[in-house]
Structures are given as C-alpha cells and as structure tokens.
C-alpha cells in the first residue's frame, strides 16, 4: 500500500451538510469542505511577508489570493491548530504551511519549490503523444491533474518562438542611434571608441549644452546687439567661456547660410513696382543705391597686418565692407569684408555686384564713389536736400548693433564677415520700411 494510500485511510471522508465556494489552493490536495466535517480550511494571513511565505511553502508564488482562498488543516502541524472557546479551530499565530503531497507530508524531505515545479504524476507515461500535464492556479479540489493537448502545446510553443524571433528582429532593425547600443559595452567601443555607455554620458554631461536653442539665439543677438564681452555673457547665462564662444560661432555660420540662401536681390520689375513716387524722370530705372561703410578694429601686432588694414579715411584699422539698397529702402546686397586699405573701386571690383547689373539697370552712388567705367547701365549722384544720404541711414541700422561701433577684437576676426553679414540680413526683418518719402534734385 502506498504512502498516500495510507495518508487517506487516516483522513475519513464524510459528507458535511451544506457546502460552500471556498478555494482550496495547494496543489494535489483533494481535500474539499463538502465532503469532510474533521478538516478546517483556513485563510491567508493579512500580513504581506506571512502571506509570501505561505505562497512559496505551497508553490504557488504566482497566485492571486482572493477572500475565498483556503488551505487546509492537513498541511499544518498539530501543535499549529488550536481550539478556540467557540469550538472553532484556529491557527498560533505567525505559522507557516509546511506538510504536502511532495513531502509526503511530513518535514524530512521538504525542499524549496515554486509555482512553476512539475509534479511527477502516477502512471503518466513520457512517450504519451496526446496529452502533457501540467499544474495550474486554480480550484486544485476538482482535480490533482490537468491535461493539455500536446499537439496545441507543441503549436503554441512555436509560435512563442516565432514571435520571439520577430523581436529580435525589430530590435536589429529599429532606428540606429545611441540608445540601440547602451547595453552593449562592445558596440559602444566599436562605434565611439569610449569603453562604455556609462562612460559617453559621463563625457557628454561634461560638454552637454545648459541652453535651449532659443536662448542660445538669445545669446548671439545679445552679443551683437549690446557689445559685450564674450566673459560678461558666460556670467549671465551661467555657462562656460568655452561654449559662449562656440555658441557664436556656430550661430553666425548657421544664420549666415540660413539667411544667405534666401536671395534678396530684386528684379527690376519688382524695384519699379516699389519705387517711391519722387523717384522718377531720370532716376526711374534705379536699380541699387551703394555705399561703403568701415569698422575700427583692433590693431594687430604684426606690421604687414597692420599695413593692410590701415585705413588713410579713418586713421585707425578697420575692415571695409560695400552695402547695397534699393529706392524703397530693402537691403538688397551686402560684400564681404575687406581690408581698410582697399579703395571703394577696388571693394566694387572685387564684390562680385558687376555680374547683378544690366545695361537697363542704373546704379545710384555718392559724389566720391568713382565706379562709372565699372557698371554696364548709368550711375547717378543726386543731391538729398532735406536728409542725409539714405543708404548711411541703413547702414546706421545695422550698426545699432553696438558690436560693430566698437572696436572689433581681432579674437572673432575668424567670425566677424559672417556675424556683419547677418547682421545686414536680418534688418530686412527686424524694421518697417526705410524711406517712405524721397525728395531728389
């Protein structure tokens, strides 16, 4: 005779009056309420830690305890259950589940298991084709042995592999980036040549920009518009003199090419359409109005440097630069920089503007600014009665920017072109119309 044959014989199975819907959890255990009146059935203690324990003892860590699950007295020790003055059986408190089917309940050969471990099962044979058992959470008082069909589970097995494979798949192909890589400390290396992710995001937070980019444009046009020093800037936006001074520099180039690219010299007919009304009879076929402007800059301290930037004009160094606008007051044309030595002819010469203009195409200059064998249409040199020439008024605009009515420090003379060019470029946006009335003679 068995030994859970012998178990039973202990264990007399009577039919109990009534019945009731409590849940019998541990695994292999038949016991029910209906059917035995010696057996009590007890819940799961409130507290987390205990009701843990009970889930490992039973195997089943994975359960969802509800008001109705039970475990019955057979799997306590007798000294773990007491009567109470009510004649109900009652648990000591802090005890612990210990006796089953697996230990053949008794605590010799106990051994920690989950809710996963299979349960050797009498007469099942491994070369069965049809069915598999297998343990699961629910009502073990109906039946100790679940059988699945073996071809489903087979079935469903490769198509848990399948899927698998499909993630894998879609985590080979998603976008590459860093965050592909940042378990992978080797193609970290292979890609970057730092050890470790751990390691680049030690070195980025190094390097890593405090500023929106909004503020960094916030920065540059403060920078032109006020003067300041590159070390005042690195104290009000709290950030390194490093990254002010590469924050310019990677501002002036990205507007320079932004800004750039939108072409802002005008076709004649668009010029006429906006002409001024006191721009007519000799004057209506112009075209651009031009003129030179220079800045101080810092002397440098080679000779040659200094020869070449010398201005007689100004007396002082400076870099020469020839701005264009049309009658209606838009800029329309801007030339690099120059040295101050250079003559306006020669800046006009060298501008690239010659290849802009036709023959049908007048172009509207100061008294000194001798270029008549240079341009293909006519050149006019009117007398502004009542205001100053207007294209220094656009000129004044864009040195509003007090950068470029200082002295320029030769530190940005690798940025400055770019910096002046936007500069001019963006007085098309900033302002309203420039001339609203001409008066010529």
């Not at 005890?95 to 809710?115: A, C, I, M, Q």
């Not at 299979?118 to 343990?135: C, K, L, Q, R």
């Not at 005042?232 to 936006?237: A, D, N, S, T, V």
Request: hydrophobic content about 35%; some cysteine.
């Amino acid at each position: 005779m068995s030994k859970l044959q012998k178990r039973n014989d202990r264990v007399k199975l009577q039919r109990a009056e009534g019945g009731n819907t409590h849940h019998y959890c541990v695994p292999l255990c038949a016991a029910g309420g209906r059917f035995n009146k010696t057996i009590s059935f007890h819940s799961f203690p409130k507290e987390p830690e205990l009701r843990a324990q009970w889930l490992i003892k039973i195997r089943r860590d994975r359960f969802g305890v509800t008001a109705s699950s039970r475990v019955c007295s057979r799997h306590f020790e007798t000294g773990e259950i007491f009567l109470s003055s009510s004649g109900k059986q009652c648990l000591q408190p802090k005890v612990v589940p210990s006796l089953f089917h697996w230990n053949d309940y008794t605590k010799k050969s106990e051994r920690p298991g989950d809710g996963n471990t299979y349960i050797p099962v009498v007469g099942y044979a491994e070369s069965d084709p049809a069915s598999i058992p297998m343990i699961e959470d629910h009502d073990y008082a109906a039946s100790s042995l679940i059988v699945v069909d073996r071809i489903k589970y087979e079935f469903m097995s490769r198509e848990i592999e399948e899927l698998r494979q499909q993630l894998e798949s879609y985590h080979l192909t998603q976008g590459f980036g860093l965050q592909r890589f940042a378990t992978s400390p080797d193609d970290i290396r292979y890609y970057t040549r730092f050890p470790s992710y751990e390691h680049l995001m030690a070195f980025w937070n190094l390097i890593e920009e405090k500023l929106l980019p909004i503020d960094e444009l916030f920065l540059f046009l403060t920078y032109l518009a006020t003067g300041c020093r590159q070390r005042e800037l690195c104290h009000k936006f709290n950030i390194h003199r490093a990254t002010v001074s590469r924050i310019l520099v990677s501002w002036s180039n990205f507007l320079y090419t932004l800004l750039g690219s939108v072409s802002i010299w005008m076709a004649p007919d668009r010029v006429s359409a906006n002409c001024p009304t006191d721009f007519s009879g000799p004057y209506k076929n112009t075209q651009i109005i031009l003129d030179c402007t220079e800045m101080r800059c810092q002397t440098p301290s080679s000779l040659l440097p200094q020869s070449e930037v010398f201005s007689a004009y100004k007396s002082h160094c400076t870099f020469k630069v020839l701005i264009g606008m049309s009658p209606h007051g838009a800029l329309t044309f801007v030339s690099a920089l120059f040295e101050g030595s250079i003559s306006d002819k020669e800046i006009f010469r060298h501008s690239g503007i010659s290849s802009l203009l036709t023959p049908e195409m007048d172009v509207m200059v100061d008294k000194g600014f001798l270029i008549d064998e240079l341009v293909p249409g006519k050149v006019h040199r009117p007398a502004f009665l009542s205001n100053p020439f207007h294209v220094e008024r656009l000129i004044r605009r864009v040195k509003e920017n007090k950068l470029f009515d200082t002295v320029i420090p030769l530190s940005i003379s690798g940025s400055i072109n770019q910096m002046f060019t936007v500069a001019c470029l963006l007085t098309n946006y900033q302002h309203g119309p420039l001339v609203n009335e001409w008066v010529l003679e």
